[in-house]
């Protein structure tokens, strides 16, 4: 048999999203990028489950790393994005500025 494990669904959620400037990218020690996204303005009254992405105008899919969220709180999270080849955290910095890469994100809570 084939049993399954349900949760109840909430009646009501409350969700928020948004665009993270490229230029909020910053050096992360020796091996790769980091951002710190403000929430804020979404006024969650628990934290979230939040939701990323990535867009860009070329070479995003250099970047690994940035769907998986740290730190999630009501009013903030960050991500990491680290190169999938053999760039420097300096190249990574570099390619996010000139191809401007956009965090898309999306936090639903109850």
């Given at each position: 048999?084939t049993q399954l494990?349900?949760?109840?669904?909430t009646?009501?959620?409350?969700?928020?999203?948004g665009t993270?400037?490229y230029t909020?990218?910053?050096v992360?020690?020796?091996s790769?990028?980091?951002?710190?996204?403000?929430?804020v303005n979404?006024?969650?009254?628990?934290t979230p489950?939040?939701?990323?992405?990535?867009?860009?105008?070329?070479?995003?899919?250099?970047?690994g790393?940035?769907?998986?969220?740290?730190?999630?709180?009501?009013?903030?999270?960050?991500v990491?994005?680290?190169?999938?080849t053999?760039?420097?955290?300096?190249?990574?910095l570099n390619?996010?500025q000139?191809?401007?890469?956009?965090?898309?994100?999306?936090g639903?809570?109850?």
């Amino acid at each position: 048999t084939t049993q399954l494990n349900l949760t109840n669904a909430t009646a009501q959620a409350y969700y928020c999203g948004g665009t993270s400037s490229y230029t909020l990218w910053q050096v992360y020690a020796t091996s790769g990028i980091t951002m710190l996204i403000s929430t804020v303005n979404c006024s969650f009254n628990s934290t979230p489950l939040y939701f990323t992405s990535m867009d860009g105008s070329n070479n995003q899919w250099f970047a690994g790393g940035y769907t998986a969220i740290y730190s999630p709180a009501t009013v903030s999270f960050r991500v990491y994005a680290r190169a999938l080849t053999n760039w420097t955290y300096m190249d990574m910095l570099n390619n996010s500025q000139l191809y401007q890469w956009n965090i898309n994100w999306f936090g639903i809570s109850n």
